[in-house]
């Protein structure tokens, strides 16, 4: 009979399960322990080890290499997929030539006459953007 072996540790049982997954696609059964115990008592989660993802003594080897080449393909796959069709802005960020950006919610003007008037502030629109891609910080 073969033992279960830890080959990894999470803090989050999505990332527990889409690894689960993963190894299920690729024909291995694979385990999660402790998850139970950490969804109806999270503080108890370093008591015992935290998620666990176990795999049968046979597959360790083969399960690791799955997961190191899924985690390499996901980073290749955030490179790549850096643009985007018919963006809502038509320029790019300008440290990484990404158009996938957004606008900076919270108002960097200062406040219109109506604040005085009215008693409430007027929003001033943001021209601080930032890239999804890179995380740069720009204004336009």
């Known amino acids: 009979m073969s033992k279960l072996i ?4 999470y803090e989050s049982s999505i990332e ?3 690894d689960k997954q993963i ?26 080890g935290g998620l666990q993802l176990q ?5 360790v080897e083969k399960a690791k290499e799955i ?9 290749v796959a955030l490179e790549v997929e850096h643009t985007i069709e018919n963006p809502e802005y038509d320029f790019t960020c300008p440290k990484c030539g990404s158009n996938h950006i957004y606008q900076y919610e919270k108002p ?9 008037l009215l008693g409430f502030p007027v929003k001033v629109p943001s021209s601080k953007y930032i890239c999804y891609y890179c995380g740069n910080e720009f204004k336009h």
Do not use: C, H, M, P
Not at 55 to 59: D, I, K, S
Not at 67 to 75: K, S, V
């Open 67 to 75: 997961l190191q080449n899924f985690e390499e393909n996901e980073e």
């Open 108 to 116: 960097d003007g200062i406040f219109g006459v109506s604040w005085l």
């Open 16 to 18: 527990a399960n889409r």
């Open 6 to 9: 830890r080959i990894k540790y």
């Open 23 to 48: 190894l299920l696609e690729n024909g291995i059964e694979s385990f999660i322990a402790n998850e139970q115990t950490i969804q109806s008592d999270w503080l108890l989660s370093q008591a015992i």
């Open 55 to 59: 795999v049968f003594e046979e597959n």
